[in-house]
């Protein structure tokens, strides 16, 4: 199963929506992730099982879809939202897979 | 809170053995409800999971199928540290190595290690 992602930069100025898509090549219904990624760190997981989100995470992040289409929105930008934004799935049989992420600039 | 700390050499030559060790705290390498994970980052090739192991009454391995050949993983519980060693690397191996922990019956990681960048060069 392989991810895509769009658009590959997302240019938005504080205070806007951002909205990032993510698709899959097959039906994954809702099995779905998203993560932040800042420069020099780790990911940091936003929301999973496609519209739950992580411990901590702020509730401007909100995730929706199934099956094949996926959306991450940011209802309002606040400049520590710059990154990239990776989806990722479960697989088949334990082999996960990462999306090619999509850069968030403000 | 769990924290992952990564230790391991920043340059490996040619042919020889990749290995980095993830130090565990706030949880347990033998812990039966998760599971613990490699994953590299590098330009060409993005995120890429490498695998996983986990113990339920004995020790289990996930290896992803593009580096089954070449890659092992061991979790020493005296420790509660686990390990990841990858052979016969090429520079096609150079990346960002993170360790990550995972949730039983889950699919995703809510705990990431620092990263450790691993250049293979001669």
């Known amino acids: 199963i392989v991810l895509t992602q769009s658009p590959a930069t997302l240019s938005v100025s504080p205070g806007e929506r951002a909205t990032l898509s993510c698709r899959a090549s097959?039906?994954?219904?809702?099995?779905l992730a998203w993560y932040q990624q800042k420069p020099g760190q780790a990911p940091r997981l936003l929301i999973y099982?496609?519209?739950t989100r992580a411990t901590d995470i702020p509730a401007r992040f909100s995730g929706s879809g199934s099956g094949t289409d996926f959306t991450l929105t940011i209802s309002s930008l606040e400049p520590e939202d710059c990154g990239v934004y990776y989806c990722?799935?479960?697989?088949?049989?334990?082999?996960?897979?990462f999306g090619p992420g999509t850069k968030v600039e403000i | 809170q769990v924290q992952l700390q990564q230790s391991g050499p920043g340059l490996v030559k040619p042919s020889q053995t990749l290995s980095v060790t993830c130090a565990i705290s706030?949880?347990?390498?033998?812990?039966?409800?998760?599971?613990w994970n490699w994953i590299r980052q590098s330009p060409s090739r993005g995120l890429e999971w490498l695998g996983r192991t986990y113990y339920r009454s004995k020790w289990y391995y996930d290896y992803a199928e593009s580096l089954k050949s070449r890659i092992t993983f061991d979790a020493d519980t005296s420790k509660n540290h686990f390990s990841l060693r990858l052979n016969s690397v090429t520079p096609e191996d150079t990346a960002v190595y993170y360790c990550?922990?995972?949730?039983?019956?889950?699919?995703?990681?809510?705990?990431w290690g620092q990263g450790t960048l691993v250049t293979v060069s001669s």
């Open positions: 990722q799935q479960r697989g088949n049989w334990a082999q996960f897979s």
């Open positions: 099982d496609a519209s």
């Open positions: 706030g949880d347990s390498v033998s812990g039966n409800s998760v599971a």
């Open positions: 097959q039906s994954i219904s809702n099995s």
């Open positions: 990550a922990r995972g949730r039983s019956g889950t699919y995703y990681f809510d705990s």
